[in-house]
């Protein structure tokens, strides 16, 4: 309650000037604040602790009083875009732009909305604006480099990509996405390379062990697929794609039993998945339990037909 108070009293003071006061208001009817920089200061603290909806509502004040610059609409449209208001964060930032022609956040940020708007040719449109204003922006590359691969365009991903691992040699993801798209061109061997020099600058990062365990079981290294899918688990104890191709794995060296406890902590994890009980039907088969398969492929026939209706 006191917090409250306090923080009513602040906005109070600060928002004094209107009516009778004699100070000047401007065409909004909001007083002029005194100590805008007090105010957006108390914005971004909205922002830290998580209270957007208020943030917002702070930043607005500033707005409506013809006291905001550049940074004032791009706090609020972060917050906008925090609460998922994709056309009002796409205002605030447009409006960024116009004040501040030279605003890499702000072109960077338009990408990100369009793109998850869904429209993948416009957000690359915006990267490539913020990569102008700023050679250097990592972040600018990697979400073009993803935007070009939707549309299958993967050679601009691929360069675009590269570029951000020069500029950050040291983040595994990167390489891990490289790998990807080198990998949907064939470039097997390219693949390979870059999900294992993601493992040896970020070993703690999942995805390269995965990437890396799917490719040697196409190829038949049943062996190697087993030791990177079994370090995914390490690292992640529930990462459902890795239990699932690990027990396929064990499966297909008809090491049955581990494969069904892959299989039970994939159903564990997620009950309604059809084809773990599917997988653990064959297992069972192959370990000669014809009835009880029989039981585990009806349960699985019945989680089908109702994903169905």
Known sequence: MMRLFARALFLILLTSGCGDSGKS?????????????????????YVLEGSLQEAIKTFTNLIQAQQ???????????AYLGLGNLPRAREDFAQVTLLDPKAAKARYYLGV?????????????????????????????????????????????IQDISIAIKLNPYK???????????????????????????????????????SRGVEHGKSGNFKGALQDFTKVLELDPNHLPALQYRAKTFAQLEQHEKAIQDIDRVIQLKP??????????????????????????????????????
């Open 272 to 309: 309604n998945f059809a084809p773990a009980y599917q997988a653990r039907a064959f297992s069972l088969r192959k370990l000669g339990k014809p009835e009880e398969a029989h039981q585990w492929f009806q349960k699985f026939r019945e989680i089908q037909a109702k994903a169905r209706r």
């Open 25 to 45: 208001s401007n065409s909004t009817g909001i007083g002029r604040i005194e100590d805008p920089d007090a105010l957006f200061a108390e914005g971004r603290a």
């Open 68 to 78: 905001a610059g550049p940074e004032v609409y791009q706090e609020r449209a972060l």
């Open 113 to 157: 909305i369009f793109e998850r708007e869904g429209n993948a040719e416009v957000a690359i449109g915006e990267y490539g604006k913020a990569i102008q204003l700023k050679k250097d922006y990592v972040e600018a590359y990697v979400n073009r480099s993803a935007a070009n691969y939707k549309l299958k365009r993967l050679n601009e991903a």
């Open 172 to 210: 595994g993801s990167l390489f891990v996405n490289r790998g990807v798209y080198f990998n949907e061109l064939g470039k097997t061997d390219l693949a390979i390379q870059d999900w294992s020099q993601s493992i040896k600058v970020d070993p703690q990062f999942p995805g390269a062990y995965f």
